[in-house]
């Protein structure tokens, strides 16, 4: 079966634009949870959709925001983008909300830099 | 705060077993014991998951104690292509990971 798909792999933009990723879950899977992974801090947690409602939100700030589709597909949204914004973003779906011992798969990120 | 302690990093030669120690003095009843691996620029990649005692899959073995403070995850003759970042994840059902730096797996030729 197919995995979780994030389009697009790469991206550049530059300060102060914004930018919209997109994650496809496996089919079936209901939730959709959004990570963003910098070598300095990590991979951090930054919200959960299920059923198309936010669940679960980090300590992201605003800037950061995202949906999620009657279909389960999701977005995260980052707006006026800063340097610190360049990261990795993984998103990881799953067919409850948040983990399940059945399965949480992540998709393979996007490579967002801003310069 | 990650719930987990475990190694920053490791070494290992070809052909060895590897085995990586994480730490969980304060495990929940309802947590289970999770293990990612993660390759540079990928998404983290499910490698085996327990409760409690052993879980052996085709790629690793899980040990967990009777307390369940701790587990350990054995990689079995390892390779080249076995260098990779490895998270130790303790988490419920319902409740999303929280990282922590995780284990740099080396393996040398």
């Known amino acids: 079966k197919a995995g979780v798909t994030q389009t697009p792999r790469y991206l550049i933009k530059t300060r102060g634009q914004q930018v919209t990723l997109s994650c496809s879950p496996i089919?079936?899977?209901?939730?959709v949870s959004w990570y963003q992974q910098t070598p300095g801090q990590g991979l951090q947690f930054l919200f959960e959709y299920f059923s198309e409602t936010q669940r679960n939100k980090g300590n992201f700030p605003g800037r950061f925001s995202g949906r999620q589709f009657s279909n389960s597909r999701s977005e995260m949204n980052v707006s006026t983008l800063e340097l610190g914004d360049s990261a990795l973003y993984l998103c990881a779906s799953s067919l409850r909300t948040g983990w399940t011992n059945y399965g949480y798969t992540f998709g393979s990120g996007t490579r967002l830099t801003v310069v | 705060l990650a719930k987990t302690t475990q190694p920053i990093s490791m070494d290992s030669y070809e052909g060895q077993e590897v085995n990586i120690t994480c730490s969980h003095n304060?495990?929940?009843?309802?947590?289970?014991i999770t293990w990612y691996q993660q390759f540079p620029s990928q998404g983290p990649r499910f490698i085996i998951q327990?409760?409690?005692t052993k879980v052996t899959n085709e790629v690793a073995s899980l040990f967990i104690p009777a307390d369940r403070k701790s587990s350990t995850l054995s990689l079995p003759r390892v390779s080249l292509s076995d260098t990779a970042v490895y998270y130790c994840?303790?988490?419920?059902?319902?409740?999303?990971?929280?990282f922590g730096p995780g284990t740099r797996l080396s393996v040398l030729p």
């Open positions: 327990g409760y409690k």
């Open positions: 089919s079936g899977h209901r939730s």
């Open positions: 994840l303790v988490v419920a059902p319902g409740q999303n990971f929280v």
């Open positions: 304060n495990i929940a009843t309802n947590d289970y």
